[in-house]
Nanobody
Framework: QVQLLESGPGLVEPSQTLSLTCTVS??????????WNWIRQPPGKGLEWMGA???????SYSPSLKSRTSISRDTSKNHLTLQLSSVTPEDTAVYFC????????????WGQGTQVTVSS
């Protein structure tokens, strides 16, 4: 059973960089064909896919967020990191780490999510 746990600051000031970590247990993040994704859900809105990093370390991003988003990994710690720069209050959301096989955005396993509020 793959388990995902998001962590990071609950409050970020506008214009700063948001940084979240997804700690993975039950599988290696280098296991073939898994895509490791970040998605978010702003209050009152639907889910938004932000980007993914694959089992081989390749990344892909939502076009609307690409200029501000970076996803990386630490294979020694078996975790992923999301960085979102120049945040505004519109980036306030619950952020989820999810994973699935063969394609980005697939969520066979989900983390519990972490609330991030952008406010001064």
């Amino acid at each position: 059973q793959v388990q995902l746990l998001e962590s990071g600051p609950g409050l970020v000031e506008p214009s700063q960089t948001l940084s979240l970590t997804c700690t993975v247990s039950g599988a290696s993040i280098t296991t073939n064909y898994y895509y490791w994704n970040w998605i978010r859900q702003p209050p009152g809105k639907g889910l938004e896919w932000m980007g993914a990093i694959t089992y081989s370390g390749s990344t892909s991003y939502s076009p609307s967020l690409k200029s501000r988003t970076s996803i990386s990994r630490d294979t020694s710690k078996n975790h992923l990191t999301l960085q979102l720069s120049s945040v505004t209050p519109e980036d306030t959301a619950v952020y989820f780490c999810i994973t699935g096989l063969y394609e980005p955005g697939r969520g066979d396993y989900w983390g519990q999510g972490t609330q991030v509020t952008v406010s001064s």
